[in-house]
């Protein structure tokens, strides 16, 4: 899912980040002793917490028998686990090969400036992280953005803010 | 007199054109009005670009209309449902009359797409209406043995549609002669090439005909278990592949004594990709499979003899499994009917880029690039010039326009350095610059390198530098002739197809497109205009009107000039930022 795995530049306080283990054990109960569990055991974390919290690996790996350096040379190998928190939002930009054609770099440009962030980064309230993605696979709209489920195509540089702009207005007044 | 039915086209791609608030205002206003038809749901027809599309079957006949945002919904409703009179402009497509957009379809032959944007594809009875699992009847109807589906699938001729144009029927025999009292299969869902979207669009219209596909040919190697591997970023053909499992399940398509078979026992479950476009070739795909980092493995063992789990496997991507069941049910000769004499049948293709009718379209092997950018495509985007065409994504390559005539079917599409590879065809135009577009796959293969072979991990890199430097204007005398040995260390030095293919959008815009890496490299110039660091902005004399837009909007104050006087930028101070050219209104500004 990555063009860029950038590392996050501001860093959060993971250590101290509450984290309830306790959640994992349903988890843990349904991938329990049988095989080629460690993805969809990680991917099931990660739906859990939003990343895989440093916390988790001892417990998952203690209570499933992986072994906790192959859980890390996964995680850190495929683009969509995430090893540090991330915003409620996170807004993709395709830079597929149809959306490069027609401006999908303009456009991370145009929301890194309207949310004051580097791509791959969270902002500090933890509202948005900008990521870019190779192919969101809806070509024909390019270029075009995923923020969370929700698709949005044929955009241009005031589409891409006025969304952003529109989800933040959303926030403030809830 | 029949129920008039109203079908919104929800594929991701429709959904993401704001489908979904058609389907619901159309919704809300059926409830409030309390309005006599039937509203349904179907998936991509393949017609993006007139996204969202609607539906309307009546007594009369069908009419597709395109472009239809909430407002134009109400308008169909109250014109077309409750006072019977289309509205001919909005309709796209009809089998009642002619429209400008008939070309989109006129040339398509659907096999793999033959129920997409036709069904429901949440409900199995539109699915078996449509002939879902009649392949399947019939070889136990007719007591066909394995040899002779698989010789039906040797004669139709059909090869692996991921790329690799491998003969499926070959494939099979391989599994089915390997002794072992476990097999699988997989069906390669792991669509990573950027610009494609064939795999996505087929999973979301039709998932019964891959569950299909994957059943007969379960049967014929002898297979107990199947797995679909999809790429997380898909989560509607997830969703959808799961309710058409679910489904098969319950009427026995899948399971114990799987289609009435006596003794066939197969069922299918769906693995989630977690991101890593490597995981599209074999071996790693099956590696991520375990669980393991997806890396992939040497071959020979092939996984025909060694794959999942150490045992026999046979892996075929989506629309390779979606042919299966209608070679089936047609028989080979109809299928080979289609194609040229060493690539039969048809192929899907993603039809992206600068081009009229972007979309999804099936046409039959031998169809000249021409034919499909000009004819199915409607040209070119403003009717810009044609530059050339990208097939294949990071692993293909780019063919030129003078070679448009060239026909898609295997060998003739790698003749020239590109590979059909698994549909994405991106169409270019006189503003896509090509040392940028080669620049911009090898960052792709460069980042998605899993790394194991040095010569993948480290080759591509330096690659990519190169190419960095040329469009920063940094380009040397050399700098081609280095490209090139690299890439041949690459390719031969690769355990894999990810770094087999990694140099060819290199190789081929440098064999096509020689003048413009020289344009770079001798003239510092990009002929494109799009390598920002080439780009000269200067003021036009005739069409400047001194409104001092432009120096009001530079931020390095690099423009001068009083109210209602001619402009100057000076090129000293400019950081090539563009603003200017955006923000003037009156054109003024020019591209060097």
């Given amino acids: 899912m990555r063009i860029s795995r950038i590392e996050q530049t501001k860093t959060f306080d993971v250590q101290n980040d509450e984290v309830d283990l306790s959640l994992l054990d349903p988890i843990i109960e349904k991938y329990k002793n049988k095989r080629g569990i460690m993805i969809p055991l990680l991917q099931s974390t990660q739906n859990l917490y939003g990343y895989l919290p440093k916390q988790a690996f001892p417990k998952l790996s203690k209570e499933t028998g992986l072994d906790l350096s192959d859980m890390f040379g996964v995680a850190s190998f495929y683009a969509q686990f995430r090893l540090s928190p991330v915003g409620k939002y996170i807004v993709k930009v395709c830079h597929g090969t149809a959306c490069h054609v027609q401006g999908a770099k303009a456009l991370t440009e145009v929301i890194e400036d309207s949310l004051k962030i580097k791509d791959g980064e969270t902002t500090e309230d933890r509202l948005f992280t900008l990521e870019s993605v190779a192919c969101l696979g809806c070509c024909s709209l390019a270029p075009v953005i995923m923020i969370n489920e929700e698709t949005y195509g044929n955009l241009d540089g005031k589409g891409a803010s006025k969304i952003i702009r529109n989800i933040r207005l959303e926030e403030k007044t809830k | ?592």
Wanted: with cysteine; hydrophobic share 35%.
């Fill in chain 2, 1 to 592: 007199m029949g129920k008039t039915k109203v079908i919104v086209g929800l594929g991701s791609c429709g959904i993401a054109a704001g489908a979904k608030k058609t389907y619901e205002k159309i919704q809300a206003l059926q409830t409030a009005e309390n309005l006599d038809f039937e509203l349904k749901q179907t998936s991509c027809i393949g017609m993006c670009y007139n996204e969202p599309l609607v539906e309307i079957i009546d007594d009369e006949g069908h009419y597709l209309y395109g472009g239809i945002d909430e407002d134009k919904a109400l308008e169909i409703i109250e014109k077309h449902v409750i006072q019977h009179e289309p509205l001919k402009d909005y309709v796209v497509h009809s089998d009642l009359f002619e429209t400008l957009d008939d070309v989109f379809f006129d040339d398509q032959v659907k096999i793999a797409l033959r129920n997409c944007g036709y069904i429901d594809p949440e409900s199995l009875e539109e699915a078996e209406a449509q002939g879902a699992y009649r392949a399947m009847g019939k070889i136990q109807k007719e007591k066909l043995t394995a040899d002779v589906i698989i010789q039906s699938v040797l004669d139709s001729g059909l090869r692996g549609r991921g790329g690799g144009g491998f003969p499926t029927g070959k494939k099979w025999v391989f599994a089915r002669n390997s002794e072992s009292d476990e097999k699988y299969i997989i069906c390669n869902a792991d669509e990573g090439d950027p610009g494609a979207f064939m795999d996505r669009s087929l999973l979301e219209g039709d998932p019964h005909a891959v569950l299909e596909g994957m059943i007969i040919g379960a049967y014929a190697i002898g297979v107990q278990q199947g797995v679909i591997y999809c790429r997380a970023e898909y989560p509607l053909a997830i969703k959808r592949l799961n309710i058409a499992i679910e489904q098969a399940r319950e009427k026995g398509y899948l399971g114990e004594n799987a289609c009435g078979i006596e003794g066939f026992n197969f069922d299918i479950y769906v693995k989630e990709g977690a991101g890593a476009f490597v995981c599209g070739e074999e071996t790693a795909l099956m590696a991520s499979v375990e669980g393991e980092r997806g890396m992939p493995r040497k071959r020979p063992p092939f996984p025909a003899v060694k794959g999942l789990w150490g045992k026999p496997t046979n892996i075929n991507n989506v629309e390779t499994w979606a042919n299966v069941p209608w070679i089936i049910r047609e028989g080979a000769q109809e299928y080979a009917k289609y194609g040229t004499e060493k690539s039969k049948g048809t192929k899907v293709f993603a039809l992206t880029g600068k081009i009229k009718h972007g979309g999804l379209v099936e046409v039959p092997m031998g169809m000249s690039i021409r034919d499909i950018v000009f004819k199915l495509g409607g040209g070119i985007l403003e009717d810009k010039a044609f530059k050339a065409v990208q097939l294949g994504g990071p692993s293909g390559g780019c063919i030129p326009a003078y070679m448009a005539d060239t026909i898609v079917d295997y060998d003739s599409v790698n003749a020239t350095g590109a590979i059909m590879g698994s549909g994405g065809l991106v169409v270019m135009d006189e503003t896509t610059c090509m040392v940028d577009m080669a620049r911009f796959f090898l960052d792709f293969t460069e980042k998605e390198s899993c790394g194991k072979c040095t010569f993948c991990r480290v080759g591509t890199k330096r690659m990519l530098e190169i190419l960095t430097r040329i469009t920063k204007g940094d380009g040397k005398e050399g700098d081609i002739e280095k490209l090139e040995e690299l890439a041949y260390q690459v390719k031969e030095n690769s355990l894999c197809g990810v770094g087999q293919t990694a140099p060819n959008p290199v190789l081929t815009t440098i064999k096509y497109f020689k003048d413009e890496y020289e344009a770079h490299i001798r003239d510092k110039k990009c002929p494109a205009k799009v390598c920002t660091e080439l780009i000269t902005y200067v003021v036009d004399d005739e069409k400047c009107t001194g409104c001092t837009v432009c120096a009001k909007n530079c931020p390095v104050d690099a423009i001068s000039g009083e109210r209602k006087q001619l402009h100057h930028i000076d090129q000293d101070v400019c950081i090539q930022c563009g603003v200017c050219y955006t923000k003037c209104n009156f054109d003024a500004i020019k591209l060097l």
